[in-house]
């Protein structure tokens, strides 16, 4: 049944069906119908009208709305006039209408199409050039032409914005015209277009981690622009809405989506227990809701955090009603709770991301315990892996790793060390180490930090104006953990594409101007390096080299010579250490098992 709101643009199109139909016989007698031929066209108009009808319908052409109609609407119109055409001259050559002229049945559908096309391009050009609502707000768009479109495509309808300007990154594009929106200059122009304009929103329509998105911020404040950006794929499955959100420093930073290896993941993990420690931390709880999108039936998630693991079922549980989610509070220091906790599920893939990871707190007075969780913890949970003969065991490592200056680099290089020890013992199960270097945003990195500041009002410390790290998001960072998973052969420690270094005070300023202030009006501070802080990070150590995967992401490190580590003695001078050993022997145990490691005194 028709929706009565289509009723009416129906009717147009059944008038303008049966004027073609005239127009056909008017122009096949030379603009003059004789008498005799205006009872064939009447006689034969019915069946026409009826064919057309069923054609239309056919290919649902009744469903589109005339204001938004495009080149795929216009497509489709026109299968539904190559069907209605073809019914109607079946059915009049069928019937033997005497005296039919046969010219007719193929003028008729050109006409149709013409005229259908006519009314509908009419339609859109009357809907498209009325004047914009009251609350309809002046938007300019920087990006090229292609990315312009998207974004115009996105808009189309919008009450609350219409575009008025484009700055275009590409020369030969500055002048020309968009949809009728012209392209005034480029992104460096971005203020004089504006106060041109009127326009106090630009939306980035660029490609995430563009010049042009770094370019138009530090602008934007002097300008008192307010930056917006169209959502990610990722956030469109999470919301239905696709209207310009305001833009982020992920925005900023952010590089093309990690492809993922989606078939062999889920031959990996659907159906399968997997085992996650550190899961209510930032990339712990990331690769357990990735984990979770793949389709694992059980999934076994340990922290130490009690809040940390509430949070964590409680998203999941709503999410993931279908997965069998077991919510364990744990310390991986405790071998005995941890073989207690898996034995019974027998996980096939387990990820270690449980560590002491904040640098200057564990240079001082906290040794001993980074040396417990994140080597005797590895060593654990490595071990357990081998007794469930699990096909994957992961460990999350980091870049800190490579030459280590400090404490927490010193133990998740030890770390490494072990879990390439561990599968000798094991060999099973493949073991494998993901080094990778900040992560935006995660707990206790410079980003909170930064945040938290910025709402004092200042200033924000950064500790060196040359201090540069390596940044990937959250979501890329897991998405690479467990393509590495996949890919992984024991032994080896992946390294992971990390892009470009950024200085952090660039960093922090970009946090200021996304914030709406300027540098006037919140300052930086530097403090000087922390003890065990380098002003650069390495993700190779200096006898490694790196070998090609299949994945343009991920290398693998090739050492020139492997270190053995006596697991054992590890233990041993752990226990006998006791609660509180001397900063000055947990560092010369170090350097007796990491020649590289060079403490800062």
Request: proline share 6%.
């Amino acid at each position: 049944m028709l929706r009565k709101e289509i009723l009416p643009f129906w009717m147009i199109d059944l008038t303008l069906i049966c004027l073609a139909w005239w127009l056909a016989f008017w122009l096949r007698f030379n603009f003059e119908i004789p008498p005799d031929f205006e009872s064939v066209a009447l006689l034969s108009a019915r069946w026409m009208l009826l064919s057309f009808i069923g054609g239309l319908a056919a290919v649902k052409v009744y469903r589109q709305v005339w204001r938004y109609i495009g080149l795929p609407e216009l497509r489709q119109l026109g299968w539904g006039v190559l069907v209605g055409g073809a019914l109607s001259a079946t059915a009049i050559l069928m019937l033997r209408v005497p005296f039919f002229p046969r010219s007719v049945l193929l003028i008729h559908p050109l006409l149709v199409i013409v005229l259908l096309g006519a009314a509908r391009a009419g339609w859109r050009t009357l809907t498209e050039q009325s004047a914009p609502g009251d609350s309809s707000k002046p938007l300019l768009i920087v990006g090229s032409l292609k990315d312009a479109a998207d974004a115009l495509r996105a808009l189309k309808g919008s009450s609350q914005w219409h575009c008025v300007g484009i700055a275009s990154p590409v020369a030969a594009e500055q002048g020309t015209y968009l949809n009728q929106i012209p392209v005034l200059g480029s992104p460096s122009a971005v203020i004089a277009i504006s106060k041109a304009t009127g326009a106090a929103t630009a939306l980035i329509a660029s490609p995430p981690g563009s010049a042009d998105r770094r370019g138009v911020l530090l602008q934007s404040s002097q300008a008192g622009l307010t930056l917006l950006t169209m959502p990610r794929p990722d956030e469109w499955l999470r919301s239905d809405s696709t209207s310009p959100r305001k833009i982020e420093l992920e925005d900023l930073l952010g590089r093309q989506t990690v492809e993922l290896n989606v078939h062999g993941l889920a031959e990996l993990f659907s159906g399968q227990t997997v085992f996650v420690s550190g899961a209510g931390g930032s990339i712990g709880s990331e690769l357990c809701r990735q984990i979770a999108r793949l389709g694992v039936a059980r999934l076994v998630c340990v922290d130490s955090s009690e809040i940390a693991v509430y949070k964590l079922e409680q998203e999941l549980r709503e999410s993931h009603p279908q997965m069998q989610g077991l919510y364990y509070t744990a310390n991986v220091r405790e071998m005995a709770r941890l073989r207690a906790i898996a034995m019974p599920y027998k996980p096939s893939v387990f990820f270690h991301a449980a560590a002491y990871k904040h640098v200057p707190l564990m240079e001082s007075h906290n040794e001993i315990e980074a040396i417990r969780t994140n080597i005797l913890g590895t060593l654990h949970a490595a071990r357990i892996a081998g007794e469930c003969r699990a096909q994957k065991f992961v460990l999350i490592s980091t870049d800190k790793a490579v030459n280590p200056t400090n404490i927490m680099g010193a133990t998740k290089r030890m770390a490494e060390l072990v879990v390439q020890s561990v599968a000798l013992e094991h060999p099973a199960t493949s073991y494998v180490s993901v080094r990778f270097g900040n992560v935006l945003g995660s707990s206790g990195s410079v980003v909170p930090l930064f945040t938290e500041q910025i709402a004092k009002g200042g200033p924000i410390t950064v500790t060196h104006p040359d201090i540069v790290r390596y940044f990937m998001t959250i979501p890329e960072a897991a998405r690479l953990v467990l393509q590495a998973s996949l890919m992984g052969s024991t032994g080896q420690i992946y390294v992971l594409d990390m892009g470009e270094p950024m200085k952090i005070a660039e960093l922090a300023r970009m946090m200021v101007r996304l914030s709406g202030k300027t540098e006037q009006e919140i300052p930086l501070s530097y403090t000087g390096l922390r003890p065990g802080e380098k002003l650069f990070e390495e993700l190779l150590a200096d006898d490694e080299t790196t070998e090609p995967t299949q994945h343009p992401k991920l290398r693998v490190a090739k050492t020139s010579g492997q270190q053995a580590v006596a697991i054992q003695g590890v233990i041993d001078w752990v226990e006998s250490a006791g609660p509180a050993p001397s900063s000055s022997d947990v560092r010369a145990w170090l350097r007796g098992h990491l020649p590289e490691y060079k403490a800062q005194n």
